[in-house]
């Protein structure tokens, strides 16, 4: 199934010790590039969050927010740092010494010194935690994958319906080009009957003036090519997703498709045909810039 880089998703789980939330969006990118935002305790964790979100994504800039709640009741302790306490008691006897007072410190006020107590979290085990985070990545994967898949569908209809316009254009040119060769022919012949007021035409000189022309208004390799590529990319979409995703290989077949019709422009000296090659060449522009949307 073609999917699209565009996408969003979003998971909630909860148990009686933990919630856990996992929202991830993601645009248009060259490569993939997971941006992954969440409480730092969890920052060992990131390697499995990264090879577990690359069974959803293989190309894209995709921003994964993930958010914790803790229920149980012993997610923080206390811990007394005995040697703060220790280096403010000490210079506390100093200033008493030095300015001979009374040494009136007492356990309740040295308590209340920054950082003698301070609140840390408990330790988590990361098993527990990992299995009730991934049931909510892979949530949030699963509707992702969806609303990829939901516009690459989108996208799919789109561009077969613009290779069919193509197509068209492409047909029209290949008969075309064969009477603008004796459309050439016969004014060629009618401009030397004047010239020469109406006496025989030398046909040897007429055929290789013909032929010249032929061969440099000439499009039929150009257009066995791009009907070629205008084929692999239908049959490309209609297959779908591979393990490495098509966008790569839309993109090379786009630019080979727009090398094409600039050629068969270049070439046209017929007003039709001109104004076909444009109408391929604005297909083809169109086909490019949905493709950069494919992964």
């Known amino acids: 199934m073609v999917c699209s880089m565009t996408g969003y998703g979003r998971c909630e789980t909860a148990d009686e010790k933990h919630k856990f939330t996992v929202e991830m969006k993601s645009v248009n990118n060259r490569y993939l590039d997971i941006n992954i935002k969440m409480p730092k305790k969890f920052n060992a964790l990131e390697s499995k969050i990264r090879a577990e979100l690359k069974n959803y994504i293989k190309r894209g800039k995709v921003d994964v927010f993930i958010t914790y709640e803790d229920f149980s009741e012993t997610d923080t302790r206390v811990k007394y740092n005995k040697e703060i306490a220790a280096e403010y008691l000490q210079y506390l006897k100093q200033m008493s010494e030095d300015f001979e007072i009374d040494n009136d410190i007492r356990v309740s006020a040295l308590s209340k010194y920054p950082d003698v ?92 003036e013909v032929t010249i022309y032929a061969d440099r208004v000439s499009v039929d390799e150009e257009l066995v090519r791009l009907r070629s590529h205008i084929e692999a990319t239908r049959n490309t979409l209609l297959k779908g997703d591979d393990k490495e995703g098509i966008g790569r290989k839309l993109d090379f077949l786009a630019q080979e498709m727009n090398r094409e019709s600039n050629t068969i422009l270049s070439k046209s000296t017929d007003l039709e045909i001109s104004d076909r090659g444009i109408a391929l060449k604005t297909d083809v522009e169109k086909v490019r810039e949905q493709i950069q949307n494919i992964e």
Do not use: H
Request: aromatic residues 6%.
């Open 117 to 208: 107590f301070t609140m840390e979290d408990v330790e988590l085990s990361e098993d527990e935690v990992w299995d009730s985070m991934k049931k909510a990545i892979c949530g949030a994967g699963e509707e992702f994958l969806s609303s990829r898949q939901r516009e690459g569908e989108f996208l799919k209809n789109d561009l077969c319906d613009k290779l069919d316009g193509m197509l068209e254009n492409v047909e029209f040119i290949t008969k075309r080009s064969p009477v603008i060769i004796e459309e050439y022919r016969n004014k060629l012949r009618d401009k030397v009957k004047e010239l020469l007021e109406d006496k025989n035409v030398d046909e040897n000189r007429l055929i290789m």
